[in-house]
C-alpha cells in the first residue's frame, strides 16, 4: 500500500498569513497513463470532506484561488495564500493512483 | 447539483450485519469512474473502505474490509450499497459514500452515516 505522510500534523497560522503543507507518499504517484492522482481536502469541524485540489494543482469548482498545489513524483505541496478565518480545519491529501486509495494522517490549521 | 445522501447506519451488535445504502442525485454515473466509501472513526482521519468502477463493475475493497463487506450498485436507482457482515467495534465510523471522477478526484461526498457497533 502507498503511505501518505503529511507534515506538520498541526499548524498554527496568523489570519492573513500564509500556510504551507507538505505530504509525500512512500512510491511515486504516476499512473501508467502519465497522470498523477494526487488530490487536496479540507474538512471543517462537524463537516464531510470537500474537495480542494485534483491531480496535484487542478483546482476544484469553487474553490478559492488563495489555495494552490504543487509537486511531482513522490513530494507535494498544499498552499493557502492568506489564511481566511474559513480555512480552520484539518487537511488531507489523498492518492487515488494505485489500490487501495490512501489518505494522510491530515494537518489540522488552527488560527492563533 | 449533485447530492449524494447515505442511509441505513445504526447501532449494531459485534457479529451483526448492516446495509448502507448512498442514493445519488444530480449526475449520471457516466459521467463517474466510480463510487467509493470512505469511513472515519470518531476524533480519526478518512480510511478508504471500497470501491465499484462505473464501467464493468470492478470492486476493490481495503484488507481490513475484504470478506465481510460487499458494495454493490442498482444504476436504475442510482444508488450504491455497502452490504456490511460480522462487524467489529472497530468498524464504529461515520461512512461517507463519494463519487470518483475520471480526473482521480473524489469530488462530492455525502453528509455520512454513523454505523456504531458495540454491545
Known amino acids: 500500500d502507498i503511505v501518505m505522510t503529511q507534515t506538520p500534523l498541526s499548524s498554527p497560522v496568523t489570519l492573513g498569513q500564509p500556510a504551507s503543507i507538505s505530504c509525500e507518499s512512500s512510491q511515486s504517484l504516476v499512473h501508467n497513463n502519465g497522470n498523477t492522482y494526487l488530490s487536496w481536502l479540507q474538512q471543517r469541524p462537524g463537516q464531510p470532506p470537500r474537495l480542494l485540489i485534483y491531480?496535484?494543482?487542478n483546482r476544484f469548482s469553487g474553490v478559492p484561488d488563495r489555495f494552490s498545489g504543487s509537486g511531482a513524483g513522490t513530494h507535494f505541496t498544499l498552499k493557502i495564500s492568506r489564511v481566511e478565518p474559513e480555512d480552520v480545519g484539518i487537511y488531507y491529501c489523498m492518492q487515488a493512483t494505485q489500490f487501495p486509495h490512501t489518505f494522510g494522517q491530515g494537518t489540522k490549521v488552527e488560527v492563533e | 447539483e449533485v447530492q449524494l445522501l447515505e442511509s441505513g447506519g445504526g447501532l449494531v451488535q459485534p457479529g451483526g450485519s448492516l446495509r448502507l445504502s448512498c442514493a445519488a442525485s444530480?449526475?449520471?454515473?457516466?459521467?463517474?469512474?466510480?463510487m467509493s466509501w470512505v469511513r472515519q472513526a470518531p476524533g480519526k482521519g478518512l480510511e478508504w473502505v471500497s470501491v465499484?468502477?462505473?464501467?464493468?463493475?470492478?470492486?476493490y475493497y481495503a484488507d481490513s474490509v475484504k470478506g465481510r463487506f460487499t458494495i454493490s450498485r442498482d444504476n436504475s436507482k442510482s444508488t450504491v450499497y455497502l452490504q456490511m457482515n460480522m462487524l467489529r467495534a472497530d468498524d464504529t465510523a461515520v461512512y461517507y459514500c463519494?463519487?470518483?471522477?475520471?480526473?482521480?478526484?473524489?469530488?462530492?461526498w455525502g453528509p455520512g452515516t454513523l454505523v456504531t457497533v458495540s454491545s
Open positions: 444530480g449526475f449520471t454515473y457516466s459521467t463517474t469512474f466510480g
Open positions: 465499484i468502477v462505473d464501467r464493468g463493475g470492478d470492486t
Open positions: 463519494v463519487n470518483w471522477g475520471h480526473n482521480g478526484d473524489y469530488s462530492y
Open positions: 491531480k496535484i494543482s
